[in-house]
């Protein structure tokens, strides 16, 4: 049986913490180094809900793609909702580590999940990363469909592919256009609208698009977006991590049991479609 400190170098070599952007905060939050480790919970967020259902596992860690604190505190009162997190995680003896940016440049990452899940072939980063010679490591994914398909058609493909949400799956562009290839990024991606043109790839799909700039991309290109909730599009990073901790498990005889959280924590829980004449 491994303990803390072991599990948490296997993570580490998958997601350096190194690699993790300037402002992100990953890593190990709480723990202790020597406690042993026999289940593991895989979660996009550290909520107190998600801290809840590690309890009643068992599990001995939580690996979560988001930040608990991603700026400094002084305080981790249990009058504080992520207090409360914190003192029900030490509580229970549940050691809570996060791969965020780490995760998303990896190889394979958090986009590479997404594009698994939406039976897309990829090709290679969006944003490369400078400091991988293979060229495989880097924000974002270029992907290939085979066969192309009509963008209504890949939207209906991506909302039954990612887990459901109250938000389904919106989408932009002529719905009758074909879509050959598309730029995939987990989370927020419309800081990368340049890097998808330069790409010319037919669609992109991220989360969080906002009215400015997918205007604007509109304006600029015929680039068909696609947004879907931040949660689901990051959600199949948590089954591809818990299945590359699996295999590092049975490679040195741990015996882990790992478990991947089905819990939606997207905000958003209620959705109403507009009727579908502008009321004059
Ligand atoms: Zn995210």
Same mark, same amino acid.
């Given at each position: 049986?491994?303990?803390?400190?072991?599990?948490?170098?296997?993570?580490?070599? *998958?997601?350096?913490?190194?690699?993790?952007?300037?402002?992100?905060?990953?890593?190990?939050?709480?723990? +202790?180094?020597?406690?042993?480790?026999?289940?593991?919970?895989?979660?996009?967020?550290?909520?107190?809900?998600?801290?809840?259902?590690?309890?009643?596992?068992?599990?001995?860690?939580?690996?979560?793609?988001?930040?608990?604190?991603?700026?400094?505190?002084?305080?981790?009162?249990?009058?504080?909702?992520?207090?409360?997190?914190?003192?029900?995680?030490?509580?229970?003896?549940?050691? *809570?580590?996060?791969?965020?940016?780490?995760?998303?440049?990896?190889?394979?990452?958090?986009?590479?999940?997404?594009?698994?899940?939406?039976?897309?072939?990829?090709?290679?980063?969006?944003?490369?990363?400078?400091?991988?010679?293979?060229?495989?490591?880097?924000?974002?994914?270029?992907?290939?469909?085979?066969?192309?398909?009509?963008?209504?058609?890949?939207?209906?493909?991506?909302?039954?592919?990612?887990?459901?949400?109250?938000?389904?799956?919106?989408?932009?562009?002529?719905?009758?256009? *074909?879509?050959?290839?598309?730029?995939?990024?987990?989370?927020?991606? +419309?800081?990368?609208?340049?890097?998808?043109?330069?790409?010319?790839? +037919?669609?992109?799909?991220?989360?969080?698009?906002?009215?400015?700039?997918?205007?604007?991309?509109?304006?600029?290109?015929?680039?068909?977006?696609?947004?879907?909730?931040?949660?689901? @599009?990051?959600?199949?990073?948590?089954?591809?991590?818990?299945?590359?901790?699996?295999?590092?498990?049975?490679?040195?005889?741990?015996? *882990?049991?790992?478990?991947?959280?089905?819990?939606?924590?997207?905000?958003? @829980?209620?959705?109403?479609?507009?009727?579908?004449?502008?009321?004059?």
């Amino acid at each position: 049986m491994p303990v803390l400190s072991e599990v948490i170098a296997a993570l580490e070599a *998958l997601w350096p913490p190194e690699r993790a952007e300037q402002w992100d905060a990953v890593g190990t939050v709480c723990g +202790d180094p020597d406690a042993p480790v026999t289940r593991v919970l895989f979660a996009v967020d550290p909520v107190q809900e998600i801290v809840d259902e590690a309890v009643e596992l068992g599990a001995d860690l939580i690996v979560a793609h988001h930040p608990l604190y991603l700026r400094g505190t002084t305080t981790v009162s249990a009058g504080t909702f992520k207090g409360r997190v914190v003192h029900t995680l030490i509580k229970n003896d549940i050691a *809570l580590h996060v791969a965020h940016t780490n995760a998303d440049s990896a190889d394979p990452g958090v986009s590479d999940a997404l594009a698994g899940a939406l039976d897309l072939r990829v090709v290679g980063p969006l944003v490369p990363d400078a400091s991988d010679p293979a060229g495989r490591r880097g924000l974002g994914r270029i992907c290939e469909l085979d066969p192309p398909v009509r963008l209504a058609e890949f939207a209906e493909r991506v909302a039954k592919r990612l887990p459901a949400t109250a938000q389904g799956v919106r989408a932009a562009g002529d719905p009758d256009r *074909l879509i050959r290839t598309v730029a995939v990024c987990g989370g927020s991606g +419309d800081s990368l609208f340049a890097e998808v043109r330069a790409a010319g790839v +037919d669609a992109f799909v991220t989360a969080d698009l906002r009215h400015h700039p997918a205007s604007e991309a509109q304006q600029h290109s015929p680039l068909a977006l696609v947004d879907a909730a931040h949660w689901a @599009t990051e959600w199949p990073w948590t089954e591809q991590a818990a299945a590359q901790l699996d295999e590092i498990s049975d490679r040195y005889g741990w015996g *882990l049991r790992t478990h991947v959280s089905r819990t939606v924590t997207d905000p958003w @829980t209620a959705h109403a479609a507009s009727s579908v004449t502008h009321h004059q």
